[in-house]
């Protein structure tokens, strides 16, 4: 069977990323968490958190798994589905931090205390593995779907903008739609667009991230629908 030609390249496009990847790299941690746990060698909780920490800071080629997935696995198996890389990236992060608390927890002698968090980073990084339920995307995205309703921070999209005329021409509602070229959600969506008969605009974030920015888009693929006169009148996210 011919592997899946890669749609995204690992180390440029960073904003989005290969799905499989992020579950590559919970494994490995869930494993480990896992040895240290039941073994009492808690350095190796230390470790993780360090290895997390360099491809956070540096980027997924210094992240020992990542490349192991991109180098070996995904050349093997191909492409999987594209994703916007924020929510696990925000995983990634809150990993970090429990690790951290895990190794400074033992440190200072509150052995119980780390053994707890390390057991919490092991059972949470298997569940995202095995199942694909990952708890710090979720967090990721229930907090990006709160922001946008709490600060409203889309209330209007300036037409003009996006090449589109504003005011009340008989043209009726639009559907903006914010993606990434890459994304396979977004492609999906896009082609659903295409074939309906709703007006509709596309936005990539790629090419626009003022408008990104300036709408407040955190997850991509992001649907508005808009009145001629530029009021957002419905918004879904992810």
Request: with cysteine.
């Amino acid at each position: 069977m011919t592997a899946r030609a890669r749609t995204a390249h690992p180390y440029r496009d960073t904003d989005v990323i290969d799905a499989r990847a992020p579950r590559f790299n919970q494994a490995t941690v869930g494993v480990v968490s896992l040895v240290a746990s039941l073994t009492g060698w808690w350095p190796l909780l230390a470790v993780l958190g360090v290895q997390l920490g360099i491809g956070l800071r540096f980027g997924r080629r210094y992240c020992l798994p990542c490349v192991a997935y991109f180098e070996i696995v995904q050349p093997r198996f191909g492409e999987g589905a594209i994703e916007d890389s924020r929510p696990p990236k925000f995983a990634n992060q809150v990993g970090l931090v429990v690790l951290s608390s895990a190794t400074a927890a033992h440190l200072v002698g509150l052995t119980a205390l780390g053994t707890v968090l390390g057991w919490l980073v092991a059972m949470l990084a298997l569940l995202a593995a095995t199942t694909g339920l990952c708890v710090g995307c979720e967090m990721y995205r229930i907090g990006a779907r709160l922001r946008g309703i709490r600060q409203r921070e889309i209330d209007r999209v300036e037409l003009a903008e996006l090449g589109e005329p504003q005011g009340t021409d008989g043209r009726g509602e639009l559907v903006v739609a914010f993606g990434h070229p890459l994304c396979t959600e977004c492609r999906r969506v896009i082609k659903e667009l295409a074939a309906g008969s709703q007006r509709w605009v596309s936005v990539d974030v790629r090419d626009r991230p003022d408008l990104a920015r300036k709408y407040g888009v955190a997850l991509v693929p992001t649907l508005l629908r808009v009145a001629a006169d530029g009021r957002v009148l419905h918004q879904t996210a992810g």
